[in-house]
């Protein structure tokens, strides 16, 4: 397989993100559907969450068993353990000390003062204020989307060395499995960045931008993985993502306990990551 044939399958890979991003411009959902959504998306990052982890671990354990067998180097392994807790502190608080600062920078809205004879009538002011908290809460809403795709990217770009490691090594079987995959894998991913958008209808263009964060970083994976074999990096990648996903899952989680209908949201979870299992069962199921 040559390298233009191997990053035309990463870009295939990647693309498949695009299938469930235009759910987010339905209209006229109810909080149920929301939630629903919202819900099956935690289950597909939980089950991302166990994937990387479980993949960055694997690189650790692999170098503590030669160390132990007298093959691998203590300096090594420790730069391994290094990365994993350092990726995955940034992944996590790095994440959150960058949207507690995007939210500091944006505008702040003002509610009026409720009671009293004052608030029978709106002053110009004050209808400005709501129209500015809605304003903030849609940009807050689309910046946490966005966040999603982020740090769904940083795992797709493990998957997109994956890829090119295998083709390079002369695996096509392999590699062709691993996108055939991935492909499948990362069409839920499409709603995991829009379901928790809520009655939030995004435009095309941050559709477009949002598939990009998450869906190019497979193709240059796939480029980097054709040209560098780095444990290291794959490592790091890892590390980033389980720290970024386990942030944002918590971010939705505890938007959607508003909405309430616990036991439905719990069910989608379920759902969500029985989907994650199943569509990646298909790389294992191919060696991968």
Same mark, same amino acid.
């Given at each position: 397989?040559?390298?233009?044939?191997?990053?035309?399958?990463?870009?295939?890979?990647?693309?498949?993100?695009?299938?469930?991003?235009?759910?987010?411009?339905?209209?006229?959902?109810?909080?149920?559907?929301?939630?629903?959504?919202?819900?099956?998306?935690?289950?597909?990052?939980?089950?991302?969450?166990?994937?990387?982890?479980?993949?960055?671990?694997?690189?650790?354990?692999?170098?503590?068993?030669?160390?132990?067998?007298?093959?691998? !180097?203590? +300096?090594?392994?420790?730069? %391994?353990?290094?990365?994993?807790?350092?990726?995955?502190? $940034? =992944?996590? &608080? /790095? @994440?959150?000390?960058?949207?507690?600062?995007?939210?500091?920078?944006?505008?702040?809205?003002?509610?009026?003062?409720?009671?009293?004879?004052?608030?029978?009538?709106?002053?110009?002011?004050?209808?400005?204020?709501?129209?500015?908290?809605?304003?903030?809460?849609?940009?807050?809403?689309?910046?946490?989307?966005?966040?999603?795709?982020?740090?769904?990217?940083?795992?797709?770009?493990?998957?997109?060395?994956?890829?090119?490691?295998?083709?390079?090594?002369?695996?096509?079987?392999?590699?062709?499995?691993?996108?055939?995959?991935?492909?499948?894998?990362?069409?839920?991913? !499409?709603? +995991?960045?829009?379901?928790? %958008?809520?009655?939030?209808?995004?435009?095309?263009?941050? $559709? =477009?931008? &949002? /598939? @990009?964060?998450?869906?190019?970083?497979?193709?240059?994976?796939?480029?980097?993985?054709?040209?560098?074999?780095?444990?290291?990096?794959?490592?790091?990648?890892?590390?980033?993502?389980?720290?970024?996903?386990?942030?944002?899952?918590?971010?939705?989680?505890?938007?959607?306990?508003?909405?309430?209908?616990?036991?439905?949201?719990?069910?989608?979870?379920?759902?969500?990551?029985?989907?994650?299992?199943?569509?990646?069962?298909?790389?294992?199921?191919?060696?991968?």
């Amino acid at each position: 397989m040559t390298f233009s044939q191997t990053a035309l399958m990463g870009a295939i890979a990647g693309l498949t993100i695009f299938i469930g991003l235009p759910l987010g411009r339905m209209r006229g959902l109810s909080s149920q559907v929301r939630l629903s959504l919202a819900m099956f998306s935690v289950g597909v990052l939980a089950f991302l969450f166990v994937d990387v982890s479980a993949h960055g671990f694997a690189i650790v354990e692999t170098a503590v068993e030669k160390l132990r067998d007298g093959s691998g !180097g203590l +300096g090594y392994t420790l730069l %391994l353990v290094l990365l994993i807790a350092v990726g995955f502190i $940034l =992944g996590s &608080a /790095g @994440l959150a000390a960058v949207d507690r600062k995007m939210r500091n920078s944006g505008p702040s809205a003002v509610a009026p003062i409720a009671g009293g004879e004052a608030a029978t009538v709106l002053s110009p002011t004050e209808t400005q204020s709501y129209v500015n908290e809605a304003d903030v809460a849609r940009r807050r809403t689309l910046r946490t989307g966005l966040m999603i795709a982020t740090a769904i990217g940083i795992h797709n770009l493990g998957e997109g060395l994956a890829i090119g490691v295998s083709a390079r090594s002369g695996a096509i079987s392999l590699a062709t499995v691993l996108v055939v995959g991935f492909a499948l894998h990362n069409a839920t991913e !499409g709603f +995991g960045i829009v379901g928790p %958008l809520g009655s939030v209808r995004p435009t095309w263009r941050w $559709l =477009g931008l &949002a /598939g @990009l964060i998450a869906g190019a970083p497979v193709f240059v994976g796939t480029i980097i993985g054709w040209n560098v074999q780095s444990d290291p990096l794959e490592l790091a990648c890892y590390a980033l993502a389980s720290g970024a996903i386990l942030y944002v899952i918590g971010e939705i989680w505890h938007a959607m306990r508003r909405l309430g209908h616990r036991e439905l949201g719990l069910l989608m979870l379920g759902a969500g990551f029985v989907v994650g299992v199943v569509t990646d069962l298909v790389v294992v199921y191919g060696g991968g």
